[in-house]
């Protein structure tokens, strides 16, 4: 039995497509070939850590959607609820999925 996921893109499969197409089919495709992160792309995901956590300050009470990438459903079930409990200001790293088209959305702020 397969457990392989549907391919999904993320802001780092975009930033490998600009760079080259078949990269990003590469990376689609065969990851297991691919080249470990060099010290400097670690370094570029830890300061995108340290952004979203900043991020996350300026919306107090906001809720994380914690749910990994390949758990999409669950993710989108779990904003829903967030989205449904009108006390929770902002919801981070929100899912949603329209038509086949999945997306997670960094900061999902509720207005009046």
Do not use: N
Request: overall charge negative; charged content about 30%; proline content about 4%.
């Amino acid at each position: 039995m397969s457990l392989e996921r549907e391919p999904y893109l993320s802001k780092s499969r975009y930033l490998a497509a600009l760079q080259c197409d078949r990269r990003l089919w590469l990376e689609v495709h065969t990851p297991d070939q691919a080249t470990p992160a060099g010290e400097g792309e670690l370094q570029l995901f830890r300061v995108g850590d340290e952004v979203g956590r900043a991020a996350h300050g300026l919306f107090p009470g906001g809720t994380l959607v914690g749910d990994e990438a390949g758990d999409h459903r669950a993710a989108v079930l779990r904003t829903y609820s967030l989205m449904c409990d009108s006390s929770v200001p902002a919801i981070f790293e929100a899912a949603f999925e329209y038509d086949g088209v999945r997306i997670r959305v960094d900061i999902l702020e509720r207005l009046r």
